[in-house]
Nanobody, 123 residues
Framework: QVQLVESGGGLVQAGGSLRLSCVASGRTFSNYALGWFRQAPGKEREFVGYIGITTYYADSVKGRFTISRDNAKNTVYLQMNSLKPEDTAVYYC???????????????????WGQGTQVTVSS
């Protein structure tokens, strides 16, 4: 079992930056790949980015968002720059064994989820 806790959300103006953190506990953190997803009001949850052996991003955030991890701190980060109002959503981190080969951009590929943190970008 892996427990995930996100933090760092808040209200920011368009063009601003935020850094989200996701702290994991329960298992060896380095054995897991992490994904970030988000869900805007009235919309389905969507893939944002992934960090495992390699890193992937959704086209909508590529060049603006960066995922990194610190295995010593059991933490994955999502650095969000040049934020837009359409980035407003609840952001979730998710974990799966790093050896798993399922599609990294699908919710079903992840066994563990955090509770989410709200990001609001004002225009």
């Amino acid at each position: 079992q892996v427990q995930l806790v996100e933090s760092g959300g808040g209200l920011v103006q368009a063009g601003g930056s935020l850094r989200l953190s996701c702290v994991a506990s329960g298992r060896t953190f380095s054995n897991y790949a992490l994904g970030w997803f988000r869900q805007a009001p009235g919309k389905e949850r969507e893939f944002v980015g992934y960090i495992g052996i390699t890193t992937y991003y959704a086209d909508s955030v590529k060049g603006r968002f960066t995922i990194s991890r610190d295995n010593a701190k059991n933490t994955v980060y999502l650095q969000m720059n040049s934020l837009k109002p359409e980035d407003t959503a609840v952001y979730y981190c998710a974990a799966r064994p790093i050896s798993y080969s399922g599609y990294y951009y699908t919710e079903g590929a992840y066994a563990y989820w955090g509770q989410g943190t709200q990001v609001t970008v004002s225009s």
